[in-house]
């Protein structure tokens, strides 16, 4: 079993049509790193990564801006070896920026993360 957490997100409007939104990760926890098949060594080394930077874990992470509490619409992504958004190949960003049209009813945001053993996260926020 494991949880993400993001950072409350933030939205400004920046023309009467269009918003940004910033949504940033705070912290993954994986909580039964002791049930995931390894060896001594390794487990050895997952629990140092849990305990320092447990962001490293993530694979893969998306956003639906407008999620509907139904059906997950991707708007934006990063994963592990996408360059285009930092030069690091091995880590996924943590804070990601998205334009999206500006609506009169609080915003529910959904953020989905996968980490590298292939479990998958779900957070669902609203904000006004």
Not at 41 to 58: E, F, H, M, S, T
Not at 62 to 67: L, Q, R
Not at 93 to 107: C, G, H, T
């Amino acid at each position: 079993m494991q949880y993400l957490r993001i950072k409350k997100p933030i939205i400004e409007s920046y023309n009467e049509d269009n918003e940004k939104l910033t949504v940033e990760l705070e912290n993954y926890v994986l909580l039964s790193p002791d049930a995931l098949p390894l060896d001594e060594k390794n487990q050895k080394i997952l629990q140092d990564v849990v305990a320092d930077d447990p962001l490293a874990l993530i694979e893969y992470w998306s956003i639906d801006p407008d999620y509907d509490g139904e059906v997950f619409r991707s708007k934006w992504q990063d994963y592990r070896q996408n360059t285009a958004n930092d030069n690091d190949e091995f880590r996924v960003i943590e804070k990601a920026v998205l334009n999206v049209p500006k609506i009169n009813n609080p915003r529910k945001i959904c953020v989905k993360a996968v980490d590298v053993f292939g479990f998958e996260s779900v957070v669902v926020t609203e904000i006004k």
